[in-house]
Nanobody
Framework: QVQLVESGGGLVQPGGSLRLSCTVS????????MGWYRQAPGRQRELVAG???????NYAGSVKGRFTISRDNAKNMVYLQMNSLKSEDTAVYYC?????????WGQGTQVTVSS
């Protein structure tokens, strides 16, 4: 069983920054592929950024150069540093883990970018 708990969301002005954190409750975390997804009202959930067990990363085109995904295997944590936030980044952000062909999701954290 894997539990994911996100934190760090909130209200931020355009151009601001936020860092999301995801705590993973499984000792095999270091072999999991991790990702951050988001879902805005009326839209499908989309991949924002992913990081493999080997630390390879990939990003959605809309966030490339502004967002950075990272992981700390010693702490069982995944992070999403979000800079230069735009109103269109407003969404619920979900942490995702793929481990042994199973997919797990966190409960989500709201990010609102507004002046």
């Amino acid at each position: 069983q894997v539990q994911l708990v996100e934190s760090g969301g909130g209200l931020v002005q355009p151009g601001g920054s936020l860092r999301l954190s995801c705590t993973v409750s499984n000792s095999r975390f270091r072999i999991a592929n991790m990702g951050w997804y988001r879902q805005a009202p009326g839209r499908q959930r989309e991949l924002v950024a992913g990081i493999t067990s080997g630390d390879s990363t990939n990003y959605a085109g809309s966030v490339k150069g502004r967002f950075t995904i990272s992981r700390d295997n010693a702490k069982n944590m995944v992070y999403l540093q979000m800079n230069s936030l735009k109103s269109e980044d407003t969404a619920v952000y979900y942490c995702n883990a793929v481990l042994s062909s199973y997919t797990y999701w966190g409960q989500g954290t709201q990010v609102t970018v507004s002046s």
